[in-house]
Structures are given as structure tokens and as C-alpha cells.
């Protein structure tokens, strides 16, 4: 009989394994989250990354060795990015009417999450490398990925805090946006997708397509935004 | 499916290339899906083209962060030592940037008459 040992250290090697551990902690995450009745609390990609961290600790798996395999999904990023024109298109009309509000609520909301992020680390004693990963986190992945990395803090500390803001958007964008009395929603998208980029963006969708819409191009101007601000603001700070 | 494909990449290919030449701060994707809504643009055919395969990314957008986010593991040292602080700091600006946001536009459109749809 084959080493169970013998197919694990073999399968682990190549990126079929982490490819498929990828999708099937996906997977239970989302099946978690339609079993909970589309709950935000019940965040499928939280779930996902709670066990796919839990997996490699126990298996004593590198995360470079996890990531040849996880890359593929990974890579979708770029695309999906670029697939956000389509829902651009489609609410053309509604963007053209509301440019100046989303412009005002772009420097509002990118301002105060860089500001706010920035100034509450530095009263916690934190500087640094993990300062400089903080102030990009509004920011989507690839993009804040890039900006963490010119400031000089860890891009792989970033990527965890961006998801981690954009998890937190998703849970309480609904509620708090409830809570303010705040029933555009073009107001409501854009303000999510500025503040909690892709992850806020896929859970306005589940919510409206207007605002799934306005998320979108919410992320992608304050994309642009934050890799201008992000330098400017943290010099206030260090 | 493989137009559709072929579309993206290429858009996503032609952001990437320009953001180099022209040393841009704008990353390469954001670019490309300006260069695709400007393909939009100019041949309206291609909307219907790229529908199916653009819905199901976009639907699945979740799964994609999901690699980036288990990047958690290598900085299990500093979440230990900063944990609590960060959760407040992402916590307290995340809410923070989407009232700050969402006020913002719903008081700008009141005052340019850009009025609220249902």
C-alpha cells in the first residue's frame, strides 16, 4: 500500500491541492452564508480564510507553497476589475445625472478612511511598517498591494487588512446605512465601495443592483484616489 | 466564452502596458475597464458579448479575495501584538468613511437637484 504520507507529500507540492482546498473552503464558506439566510455576519471569504489558515498551520504548509496554487483564483482579480465596466455601462445614465455627488462623497469617504485609519494608529502606537500597510487599506487588493509596497509597509500585512475592512463594510454597511436613514441607493453603493472596495462591492450587489453598480465605481475611483492621497496623508503622520 | 475572455485580457493587457509607458499612478486593471468602457462605447456589440461571462466574475467576486486573505497566516506575530488595536482602527474608519461618504452624496444631490431614486 502507498504511504498516505507519500500522496500528501506529493500533492502538496504541486497546485492542484491548495487550487482545490481554494474552491472547496469557498465552497463550505458560502454554503454557511446562503444556510444562514444571506446573513452579512456570516461572511463567506472569513469562513474561507479561517479554514484555508487553519489547514496550513496544522499541515505545516508555507503560504508560498499554498499561493502556486491559490494564484489562479488569485489572477481573476485583474479581470474582474476590468469586467466592473459592465455595470459601469449599464448605469451610465444614472452616473452622468449624479457626478458631482460622487465626486464629493469619493473625497469625503477616501479622506476620512486614510485620516481616520491613520490618526487612530498612531494613537495606539502604531508606526512603521505596519503604518504605512494601514493607509492603503480602502483601497482595492492589487492596487493597494502596490501602494503599500512604494510606502515602504509589508504588502502581504496589507492584503489581510484590506480584506479585513472590506469584510467589516459588509457586515455593517446595511445596518449602519439603515441606522443614518439613508435609502439612495446610489448613495449607499458608492459610499461602500469607496470605503470597503470589492468585498463591499459584492455585497451591494446581493443587496441592489443600483448600488451593486455604484460600489463598483466607487472602488475604482477611490483606486485612483488613495493611490494619490495615501503618500500625502501618512507624510502628516510619521 | 473565449471572446468574451479574449476581451478582458486584452483590456486588462492594454491598462497594464499603458500605466508603464506613461508612469501613471492609476493600476493597470482600473485603466483597462476605462479602455473597455470606451470599447462600449464605440462598438455597442460587445456589451452583449461580454454579459454572461462579466456576470459570473462579478458574482463570484467573494472568491476571488480569498488567497490574498489567507496571507493572514504569515503575520500571525503582528495581529498577536496589534490585533486589538487594529480591529478598532479598521472598524472605527471603515464605518467612518461609509457615513462620511453616504451623508456626502445624499446633501450634495439635494443641493445640485441630482434627486434620489427609488
Redesign the interface.
Known amino acids: 500500500m502507498t504511504d498516505f504520507a507519500e500522496i500528501w507529500s506529493y500533492l502538496a507540492q504541486g497546485p492542484l491541492l491548495w487550487l482545490t482546498a ?2 472547496a ?2 465552497a463550505v464558506g ?1 454554503a454557511c452564508f446562503r444556510a444562514s439566510g444571506r446573513r452579512p455576519f456570516v461572511n ?3 469562513i ?2 479561517l479554514l ?2 487553519a489547514l ?2 496544522l499541515s505545516g504548509t508555507p ?1 508560498q507553497t ?2 502556486e496554487g ?2 489562479f ?2 489572477f ?14 449599464d448605469n451610465l445614465g ?1 452616473v452622468r ?2 457626478a ?3 465626486l ?7 479622506t ?2 486614510v485620516v ?2 491613520l490618526g ?2 498612531v494613537v ?3 508606526d512603521g511598517e ?1 503604518l504605512a500597510s ?1 493607509a492603503p ?2 483601497a ?4 493597494a ?2 501602494i503599500s509596497d512604494r510606502l515602504g509597509g ?1 504588502p ?2 496589507t ?8 469584510i ?2 459588509a457586515i ?2 446595511t445596518p ?2 439603515n441606522a ?1 436613514r ?7 453603493g ?3 465601495g ?3 472596495h ?2 463591499g ?2 455585497r451591494a ?1 446581493q443587496v441592489h443592483p ?1 448600488a451593486g453598480a455604484f460600489a ?1 465605481l ?1 472602488m ?1 475611483l477611490n ?2 484616489l488613495t ?2 492621497l495615501a503618500p500625502l496623508l501618512l507624510d502628516l503622520f510619521r | 466564452m473565449i471572446p468574451a475572455l479574449l476581451t478582458l485580457l486584452s483590456a486588462q493587457l492594454g491598462g497594464e502596458a499603458l500605466t508603464r509607458l506613461t508612469g501613471a499612478p492609476l493600476p493597470g486593471p482600473v485603466l483597462g475597464m476605462l479602455l473597455l468602457l470606451a470599447g462600449f462605447a464605440l462598438f455597442p456589440a460587445l456589451v452583449e458579448v461580454l454579459r454572461p461571462l462579466a456576470t459570473t466574475i462579478l458574482g463570484n467576486l467573494s472568491l476571488l479575495f480569498v488567497p490574498a486573505g489567507t496571507g493572514v497566516v504569515g503575520h500571525l506575530d503582528k495581529i498577536v501584538s496589534f490585533g486589538p488595536a487594529l480591529v478598532v482602527v479598521l472598524l472605527v474608519s471603515t464605518l467612518a468613511a461609509i457615513a462620511a461618504g453616504a451623508l456626502t452624496f445624499v446633501a450634495v444631490a439635494r443641493l445640485t437637484g441630482s434627486g434620489a431614486e427609488e
Not at chain 1, 81 to 86: H, N, P, S
Not at chain 1, 140 to 143: H, K, M, S
Open positions: 481554494t474552491l473552503a469557498y458560502d463567506p471569504v472569513l474561507a480564510v484555508l489558515a496550513l498551520w503560504y499554498y499561493f491559490a494564484q483564483v488569485h481573476l482579480l485583474g479581470p474582474a476589475t476590468v469586467a466592473l465596466a459592465l455595470p459601469l455601462w444614472h445625472r449624479a458631482l455627488p460622487m464629493a462623497a469619493l473625497l469625503a469617504g477616501s476620512v478612511a481616520s485609519a487612530l494608529a495606539f502606537g502604531i505596519v494601514i487599506k480602502s482595492t487588493a492589487p492596487v498591494l502596490g509589508s502581504t500585512l492584503a489581510v487588512l484590506v480584506i479585513l475592512t472590506g467589516i463594510g455593517f454597511a449602519l446605512l443614518l439613508i435609502r439612495d441607493w446610489r448613495a449607499r458608492f459610499a461602500t469607496v470605503a470597503a470589492g468585498i462591492t459584492a450587489f443600483t463598483g466607487g475604482g483606486a485612483v493611490a494619490f
